[in-house]
Nanobody, 114 residues
Framework: VQLVESGGGLVQPGGSLRLSCEASGFHFSAYTMSWYRQAPGKERELVARILNVSGSKQYADFVKGRFTISRDDAKNTVYLQMNNLQPEDTAMYYC????????WGQGTQVTVSS
């Protein structure tokens, strides 16, 4: 199993980024996929989750209305569109696949600063 994130970077407050997580080594469409983040000195926290089959989406309160999670099962990829980014969104963002064994990506850094 591999999860490879991309799309992070430095952005000014109010800006946008689109993160991608390309998955391989498992039947992607059969799994719920999630994005987590971890800021320095803080615990890793759930940002958003998208269920398989139904495509139902769940968001942390701190990103509702600003972030959108989506998936393309044909491309084995899950996305996180992040709008109106704020300095408190600065963190390493991780892709996560739960299951009998959990898998994490290596992370992509998002820095929001003027």
């Amino acid at each position: 199993v591999q999860l490879v994130e991309s799309g992070g970077g430095l952005v000014q407050p109010g800006g946008s980024l689109r993160l991608s997580c390309e998955a391989s080594g498992f039947h992607f469409s059969a799994y719920t996929m999630s994005w987590y983040r971890q800021a320095p000195g803080k615990e890793r926290e759930l940002v958003a989750r998208i269920l398989n089959v139904s495509g139902s989406k769940q968001y942390a309160d701190f990103v509702k209305g600003r972030f959108t999670i989506s998936r393309d099962d044909a491309k084995n990829t899950v996305y996180l569109q992040m709008n109106n980014l704020q300095p408190e969104d600065t963190a390493m963002y991780y892709c996560f696949r739960p299951g009998r064994r959990d898998f994490w990506g290596q992370g992509t850094q998002v820095t929001v600063s003027s």
